[in-house]
Each structure stands twice: as C-alpha cells, then as structure tokens.
C-alpha cells in the first residue's frame, strides 16, 4: 500500500474515532467538559480527539470508554459502524 494512501487511512480512522466519541458523548447529555474530567483528560485532548486531530494512544481510548460506561469492545464497534456508514456509496 502506497505511503500516502497509509496516511488517508490513519486519518480516517482519527475522524471516525472523534465522530464516534462525539456522538457517543452528545447522546448522553455529557458535555465535553464532563467527559474530560471523568475520563481523566484535558479538554484540549479530548477536543482534538473528536475532531480527529490526535492519534490517542490506547490508555486514552479506555479511559474515554469507561467515562461513557462502555467497553472497548463497544466503542471499537461503534467506530466500525460510523467508518462503514461514513464509506457507503
């Protein structure tokens, strides 16, 4: 797979991940600075995550994941789903 077309993908996934972090949070009625706060963060890393422009490493992913009530498992099926959604023709 060609170098750039590695980059779309990694951005890709960022976008799908903060979308989906986002929605998650939003549908909860928690606001960004909640959430941030429960899951251990900064409300500066948790803004760049939902806009896609951080790359969280796993430990930030769970504590944003059990801040929602979610497993691992959950919220990497959830990003799959906004990813499929966000690629249908």
């Known amino acids: 797979m060609p170098y750039a077309t590695l980059l779309d993908v990694a951005?890709?996934?960022?976008?799908?991940?903060?979308a989906t972090?986002?929605?998650?949070?939003?549908?909860?009625?928690?606001?960004r600075e909640v959430l941030a706060v429960n899951a251990g963060l900064g409300t500066g890393t948790l803004a760049r995550l939902e806009l896609g422009r951080s790359d969280p490493p796993w430990?930030?992913?769970?504590?944003?994941?059990?801040?929602?009530?979610i497993t691992m498992s959950e919220?990497?099926?959830?990003?799959?789903?906004h990813e499929a959604a966000s690629t249908a023709p």
């Open 21 to 31: 972090v986002r929605e998650l949070r939003e549908a909860r009625g928690v606001s």
């Open 11 to 18: 951005r890709s996934t960022s976008l799908a991940v903060g």
């Open 75 to 81: 919220l990497a099926s959830a990003v799959e789903t």
């Open 59 to 69: 430990s930030t992913l769970r504590a944003v994941a059990t801040a929602l009530q």
